[in-house]
């Protein structure tokens, strides 16, 4: 007899009655939908002046809302097992110590909602979380593989969109890294160059070994032309995080056809991804884009100057008396040795979600009084950031060591049951679930999280730690049903 609630109909029920294939089919549908949100809202800021990127924060809850109702129903099933005490528990316990550091923080508001052109408050943790419980629910290696087309489609609007940037300058707060610097950075829909190579960095992985395990033609030569255009925009993203990205990347695909015994020939997907790369560089040299001659990193430019200060108003200028801006090297070890300094200042607590800059002003509160808009009393701090590029400083920094640990314990699990998960299955699925959440875990040694990025990467770790069952565990089950009906 179907389940029902309060004694009401079966098809108001239907959730109670839904099967496991039902579910994953639901779920994979509407976790691959809640992914792009955040590029689909963040189209309204790069068209029109009329918004800024406070409302891309909108396709973040709109994504998070869609991966609560499934981590609910998924709840409300049973499909959480047992092996993801240890992630979740750590990860339920980063989300709990960061009320803590909440509390501690300068603004409430700031802490809850983000900074308004970051939107990494509270509220973004709360939906990762969501996210993440959703994905490891699935029970299909169909629904995982929606998943990973999934992160491949958010990596092909980004590129799309990136394109448009590249060759015209339109669409983008990026189109001089400096001020007489026109270099047309590709940032997608991203609302970062840095960010979107980091993006692209799951997604580049999640087509190269999608057309190395599939043995659909037009399949195959799809995914072999987004790896292309990954790979081409991503030079234009100008950082030291894009090259990580494709060499990452790349290693992935050499793994996967050892890995999943395919055929040697689909090795030449390395030669194309590298020629794409190349070609996109040659471009620049060749002075095709923008007004400059010659390719070089720009990451402090990007990160500090055109990203942190101009379009976000979250950070000071850079102070050229202090670091070398040309220097990515320079930037990224003062970005860290300072963070490290606000970690020995604040523990326990951290600065508060999105609240790092703070921690780096200094000025007297009868100078504070003299502006009416926090972004414009941070602007005028020369030296001030708002961002670390390591995400695990960064989580130490903004919401104490303590999170930071879990955190790490966090990711750390969620590729230890992927591996694991692989060796049990040995599918493509798993295989590449496995992959993208090794690559942010790795990214995020010189990455940090952002509202465009980290839902693709907690569903993706999600669906890493997914309990699937092997056709052979499925056989047995059916067998030991039949024996205890009979």
């Given at each position: 007899?179907?389940?029902t609630?309060?004694?009401?109909?079966?098809?108001?029920?239907?959730?109670?009655?839904?099967t496991?294939?039902?579910f994953?089919?639901l779920?994979?549908?509407?976790?691959?939908?809640a992914?792009?949100?955040?590029?689909?809202?963040?189209?309204?800021?790069?068209?029109?002046?009329?918004?800024?990127?406070?409302?891309?924060?909108?396709?973040?809850?709109?994504?998070?809302?869609?991966?609560?109702?499934?981590?609910?129903?998924?709840?409300?099933?049973?499909y959480?097992?047992?092996?993801?005490?240890?992630?979740?528990?750590a990860?339920?316990i980063?989300?709990?110590?960061?009320?803590?550091?909440?509390?501690?923080?300068?603004?409430?508001?700031?802490?809850?909602?983000?900074?308004?052109?970051?939107?990494?408050?509270?509220?973004?943790l709360?939906?990762?979380?969501?996210?993440?419980?959703?994905?490891?629910?699935?029970?299909?290696?169909?629904?995982?593989?929606t998943?990973?087309?999934?992160?491949?489609?958010?990596?092909l609007?980004?590129?799309?969109?990136?394109?448009?940037?590249?060759?015209?300058?339109q669409?983008?707060?990026?189109?001089?890294?400096?001020?007489?610097?026109?270099?047309?950075?590709?940032?997608?829909?991203?609302?970062?160059?840095?960010?979107?190579?980091?993006?692209?960095?799951?997604?580049?992985?999640?087509?190269?070994?999608?057309?190395?395990?599939?043995?659909?033609?037009?399949?195959?030569?799809?995914?072999?032309?987004?790896?292309?255009?990954?790979?081409f925009?991503?030079?234009?993203?100008?950082?030291?995080?894009?090259?990580?990205?494709?060499?990452?990347?790349?290693?992935?695909?050499?793994?996967?056809?050892?890995?999943?015994?395919?055929p040697?020939?689909?090795?030449?997907?390395?030669?194309?991804?590298?020629?794409?790369?190349a070609?996109?560089?040659?471009?620049?040299?060749?002075g095709?884009?923008?007004?400059?001659?010659?390719?070089?990193?720009?990451?402090?430019?990007?990160?500090?100057?055109?990203?942190?200060?101009?379009?976000?108003?979250?950070?000071?200028?850079?102070?050229?008396?202090?670091?070398d801006?040309?220097?990515?090297?320079?930037?990224?070890?003062?970005?860290?040795?300072?963070?490290?300094?606000?970690?020995?200042?604040?523990?326990?607590?951290?600065?508060?979600?999105?609240?790092?800059?703070?921690?780096?002003?200094?000025?007297?509160?009868?100078?504070?009084?003299?502006?009416?808009?926090?972004?414009?009393?941070?602007?005028?701090?020369?030296?001030?950031?708002?961002?670390?590029?390591?995400?695990?400083?960064?989580?130490?920094?903004?919401?104490?060591?303590t999170?930071?640990?879990?955190?790490?314990?966090?990711?750390?699990?969620?590729?230890?049951?992927?591996?694991k998960?692989?060796?049990?299955?040995?599918?493509?699925?798993?295989?590449?679930?496995?992959?993208?959440?090794?690559?942010?875990?790795l990214?995020?040694?010189?990455?940090?999280?952002?509202?465009?990025?980290a839902?693709?990467?907690?569903?993706?770790?999600?669906?890493?730690?997914?309990?699937?069952?092997?056709?052979?565990?499925?056989?047995?089950?059916?067998?030991?049903?039949?024996?205890?009906?009979?």
């Amino acid at each position: 007899m179907p389940k029902t609630i309060f004694n009401s109909s079966e098809k108001s029920n239907f959730i109670l009655n839904m099967t496991e294939e039902q579910f994953s089919k639901l779920a994979s549908r509407g976790l691959a939908i809640a992914m792009l949100m955040t590029p689909l809202f963040t189209l309204v800021p790069e068209i029109t002046n009329k918004a800024t990127y406070a409302f891309s924060a909108g396709g973040l809850v709109a994504g998070g809302v869609i991966a609560m109702i499934i981590a609910i129903i998924a709840l409300m099933k049973k499909y959480i097992g047992k092996r993801l005490i240890i992630p979740m528990g750590a990860m339920l316990i980063m989300e709990l110590w960061g009320v803590f550091s909440l509390v501690k923080g300068v603004d409430l508001g700031i802490s809850f909602y983000g900074y308004p052109e970051r939107g990494e408050g509270l509220l973004a943790l709360i939906f990762y979380f969501c996210f993440f419980i959703s994905a490891s629910a699935l029970k299909r290696e169909s629904a995982i593989k929606t998943v990973i087309d999934g992160v491949v489609g958010v990596g092909l609007l980004n590129s799309i969109v990136g394109l448009i940037q590249i060759f015209s300058g339109q669409l983008s707060h990026y189109k001089n890294v400096y001020i007489d610097i026109q270099a047309n950075a590709a940032s997608g829909l991203s609302m970062s160059p840095l960010f979107l190579a980091m993006v692209l960095t799951l997604s580049l992985s999640a087509a190269l070994i999608s057309f190395i395990a599939s043995e659909n033609k037009k399949r195959s030569i799809g995914m072999l032309v987004c790896a292309a255009l990954f790979s081409f925009v991503m030079m234009y993203t100008y950082s030291f995080i894009g090259f990580c990205g494709l060499a990452f990347a790349l290693i992935a695909a050499v793994a996967a056809v050892f890995a999943l015994k395919a055929p040697k020939k689909k090795l030449i997907s390395i030669p194309v991804s590298i020629a794409a790369a190349a070609g996109a560089i040659a471009l620049v040299f060749a002075g095709a884009i923008g007004s400059i001659d010659s390719y070089r990193l720009y990451d402090g430019r990007i990160l500090w100057w055109a990203d942190g200060y101009m379009r976000a108003a979250a950070s000071g200028n850079f102070d050229s008396r202090v670091i070398d801006i040309d220097d990515t090297y320079d930037v990224y070890s003062y970005m860290n040795s300072r963070a490290m300094d606000v970690i020995e200042n604040n523990a326990l607590t951290g600065t508060g979600p999105d609240q790092l800059a703070f921690a780096l002003i200094r000025v007297t509160k009868e100078d504070a009084g003299k502006y009416s808009d926090i972004s414009d009393l941070i602007s005028s701090q020369l030296g001030v950031f708002d961002k670390v590029y390591n995400e695990y400083l960064y989580a130490a920094a903004t919401r104490g060591i303590t999170s930071a640990v879990f955190f790490a314990l966090t990711v750390l699990s969620a590729v230890i049951l992927g591996l694991k998960a692989f060796r049990r299955r040995l599918t493509a699925e798993s295989f590449t679930v496995f992959i993208l959440a090794l690559g942010g875990v790795l990214i995020f040694l010189v990455g940090c999280s952002s509202i465009p990025f980290a839902p693709v990467f907690w569903v993706a770790a999600g669906a890493a730690c997914a309990d699937i069952k092997t056709e052979k565990q499925k056989k047995a089950e059916i067998k030991s049903t039949k024996k205890s009906k009979a």
